[in-house]
Nanobody, 125 residues
Framework: VQLQASGGGLVQAGGSLRLSCAAS????????MGWFRQAPGKEREFVAC??????YYANSVKGRFTISRDNAKNTVYLQMNSLEPEDTAAYYC?????????????????????WGQGTQVTVSS
């Protein structure tokens, strides 16, 4: 499985961006897809994930970010609204292929089998 993330950029605080992650593979619909982010000097952290239409979010982005997927296009999206300078980071998409990790681990990096390259998001104040 190969993942290609795109859509990052520079935006002012309060603005919006939509990230996309295109995946190879014929069984995309069965994957749990996630977004993580990593700011300089910090650990990579969970942002959101989605599987079977159910999504989960980190508390820091809940209400501002929306994860979605288009299985026909093998693509997962992250719509980011009301961006804050604290959202500045490299954003990574990740795929958890079957057999899926247990639900309680879906916010952990170790649950994901495949990773895309990062796309940089910079939010200016």
């Amino acid at each position: 499985v190969q993942l290609q993330a795109s859509g990052g950029g520079l935006v002012q605080a309060g603005g919006s961006l939509r990230l996309s992650c295109a995946a190879s593979g014929r069984t995309f619909s069965s994957y749990r897809m996630g977004w993580f982010r990593q700011a300089p000097g910090k650990e990579r952290e969970f942002v959101a994930c989605i599987r079977s239409g159910v999504s989960y979010y980190a508390n820091s982005v809940k209400g501002r970010f929306t994860i979605s997927r288009d299985n026909a296009k093998n693509t997962v999206y992250l719509q980011m609204n009301s961006l804050e300078p604290e959202d500045t980071a490299a954003y990574y998409c990740a795929a958890d292929a079957p057999p899926l990790a247990i639900l309680s681990s879906q916010r952990q990096k170790s649950a994901y089998d495949y990773w895309g390259q990062g796309t940089q998001v910079t939010v200016s104040s």
